[in-house]
């Protein structure tokens, strides 16, 4: 007989982001993370390869993000209006955890499966924050996914890209929830 874990399921029925424009301080301590980020690497991982790595931005080094965005946006000449919301993800941070795709040389497990564990990171993360009662979103931006700034601005190796930012803080209001998949639509049952 399945042993039901009402509270996980009621977690997993209910979870949703919170908008990063929402979040505060306090963050959580080095102390309240590691947890987080010990779950965050429970996921399925094929061929156990650990194809991730996280980097913990604080406070200083996401002030330091925002300007190095600000600058690269200008190289790049992205509209003013747009450089600036990518710095803002930085600028108005308090603490964000990036979650890094690290290739790994393997002949037997396919990159996307690589990939797709590196996602589920980044929920977990996400999934971790929120049941630990903080506030926190997923987000992304052309500057994670500029070579040049992965490179010079978050020291990422070669090979290495960003697949998730996660940003973790303390909630303040809590907009409406967004229109959620309809399963009927979305579910297909293959009875024989
Ligand atoms: C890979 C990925 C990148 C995302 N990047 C952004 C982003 O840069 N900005 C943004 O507003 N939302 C972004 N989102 C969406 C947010 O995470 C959004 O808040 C999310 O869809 C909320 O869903 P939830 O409430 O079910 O967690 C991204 C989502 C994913 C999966």
Do not use: Y
């Not at 600028?91 to 979650?99: I, K, P, Q, R, Y």
């Amino acid at each position: 007989m399945p042993v039901p874990n009402p509270a996980a399921m009621e977690f997993f029925l209910t979870r949703r982001s919170r908008p990063p424009r929402t979040l505060t301080t306090p963050v959580p301590s080095r102390g309240d993370l590691m947890p987080m980020l010990t779950a965050a690497m429970r996921v399925p991982d094929h061929g156990k390869l650990e194809p991730w790595r996280f980097i913990v931005l604080e406070r200083a080094a996401l002030l330091r993000l925002a300007e190095a965005a600000r600058v690269r946006g200008a190289e790049m000449g992205i509209e003013p209006e747009r450089i600036e919301k990518g710095a803002a993800q930085f600028a108005d941070a308090h603490l964000a955890v990036v979650v890094v795709k690290v290739p790994r040389d393997t002949g037997k497990v396919p990159e996307i499966e690589q990939v797709l564990s590196a996602g589920a990171v980044c929920l977990s993360l996400l999934n971790a924050a929120l049941a630990s009662g903080w506030g926190a979103a997923w987000l992304s931006g052309w500057h994670v996914h500029d070579p040049d700034f992965r490179t010079r601005a978050l020291g990422l190796a070669e090979g290495e890209w960003v697949a998730g930012v996660i940003h973790i803080g303390t909630e303040t209001s809590a907009p409406p929830d967004r229109p959620r998949p309809d399963p009927d639509a979305l579910i297909q049952w293959v009875a024989a």
